[in-house]
């Protein structure tokens, strides 16, 4: 771990505590469409060496590497990083992950592409941290090389906002129930979540979230901040356009060329 890590957000106990490794496994059909997508629009060949900031347990590093692509991720969480090291060596596959904090690491090599996926971006209240992800990824890419961002689409979170949602789910252990209350602090431009987790042992656990806001075009803005050309914004891995209807916004951007 680097010694400028920073690990006192919510997010390191958020993961660390919580059984959340059960949210990332995906079904195979969604997890296809986004393999496809990814590869078609970072333009991914064989041996071509891709970053996954944020990778959680390896779910799209690993597929990714499958198809024959080189990977490097890297996690905060140290039981994510564990099952994603254990499944690319059962796979034997051509992946590296790395436990760190993704405000700081750098992969060794620079990448031919790179991914931060499924809102794993603007967890600190603070814009200049959340920045740095985007400064690392910049670093970590050749010229002219893609990235993609895939973050909430918060017109969409404000059209459908739930002040409160429940969803149920297995684990080998018995069925868990997440309870999910959600606020707006609009003056901070910040969604709040607390979540209760009620275990098959019995055992309630207490999570609060935060998520900076941030509307498309503050995307767009903070990508070309950091020299991105070509951004392209979708809708889902469908590549739809992006509209008040998309829950989520991916940002598709190349790093300049000089
Ligand atoms: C919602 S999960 C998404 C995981 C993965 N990208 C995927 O699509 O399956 C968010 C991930 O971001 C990681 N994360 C959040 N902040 C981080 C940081 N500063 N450094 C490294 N990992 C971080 C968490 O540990 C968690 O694995």
Same mark, same amino acid.
């Given at each position: 771990?680097?010694?400028?890590?920073?690990?006192? !957000?919510?997010?390191?106990?958020?993961?660390?505590?919580?059984?959340?490794?059960?949210?990332?496994?995906?079904?195979?059909?969604?997890?296809?469409?986004?393999?496809?997508?990814?590869?078609?629009?970072?333009?991914?060949?064989?041996?071509?060496? +891709?970053?996954?900031?944020?990778?959680?347990?390896? =779910?799209?590093?690993?597929?990714?590497?499958?198809?024959?692509?080189?990977?490097?991720?890297?996690?905060?969480?140290?039981?994510?990083?564990?099952?994603?090291?254990?499944? /690319?060596?059962?796979?034997?596959?051509?992946?590296?992950?790395?436990?760190?904090? /993704?405000?700081?690491?750098?992969?060794?090599?620079?990448?031919?592409?790179?991914?931060?996926?499924?809102?794993?971006?603007?967890?600190?209240?603070?814009?200049?941290?959340?920045?740095?992800?985007?400064?690392?990824?910049?670093?970590?890419?050749?010229?002219?090389?893609?990235?993609?961002?895939?973050?909430?689409?918060?017109?969409?979170?404000?059209?459908?906002?739930?002040?409160?949602?429940?969803?149920?789910?297995? =684990?080998?252990?018995? *069925? *868990?129930?997440?309870?999910?209350?959600?606020? @707006?602090?609009?003056?901070?431009? @910040?969604?709040?979540?607390?979540?209760?987790?009620?275990?098959?042992?019995?055992?309630? +656990? @207490?999570?609060?979230?935060?998520?900076?806001?941030?509307?498309? =075009?503050? @995307?767009?803005?903070?990508?070309?901040?950091? !020299?991105?050309?070509?951004?392209?914004?979708? !809708?889902?891995?469908?590549?739809?356009? +992006?509209?008040?209807? =998309?829950?989520?916004? *991916?940002?598709?951007?190349?790093?300049?060329?000089?």
């Amino acid at each position: 771990m680097n010694k400028e890590a920073k690990t006192d !957000g919510w997010w390191q106990a958020f993961y660390d505590e919580t059984p959340f490794e059960l949210w990332l496994e995906r079904e195979q059909k969604e997890l296809d469409v986004t393999l496809d997508f990814l590869w078609q629009k970072l333009e991914l060949e064989p041996d071509k060496l +891709l970053f996954d900031q944020c990778c959680g347990t390896g =779910s799209l590093s690993l597929p990714l590497a499958a198809r024959g692509v080189r990977t490097i991720g890297v996690d905060l969480c140290q039981k994510f990083i564990a099952l994603a090291q254990k499944a /690319a060596a059962d796979q034997a596959l051509d992946c590296r992950f790395y436990h760190d904090d /993704a405000f700081v690491f750098l992969p060794p090599t620079k990448c031919d592409a790179a991914i931060n996926w499924w809102t794993s971006f603007g967890y600190d209240a603070d814009d200049s941290r959340n920045l740095l992800m985007l400064e690392r990824i910049k670093e970590a890419l050749k010229p002219g090389a893609y990235f993609a961002l895939d973050y909430p689409n918060v017109a969409h979170v404000f059209q459908n906002f739930k002040a409160k949602e429940e969803h149920q789910q297995n =684990s080998p252990e018995g *069925i *868990i129930n997440v309870i999910r209350e959600t606020e @707006l602090d609009l003056e901070r431009g @910040l969604r709040k979540q607390r979540w209760t987790y009620h275990l098959p042992t019995g055992r309630t +656990l @207490l999570h609060q979230t935060s998520l900076r806001m941030y509307l498309p =075009s503050t @995307l767009k803005e903070m990508l070309k901040h950091y !020299g991105f050309t070509d951004i392209k914004l979708f !809708g889902d891995t469908e590549s739809s356009d +992006l509209s008040l209807d =998309s829950d989520r916004c *991916i940002c598709l951007a190349r790093r300049a060329r000089s």
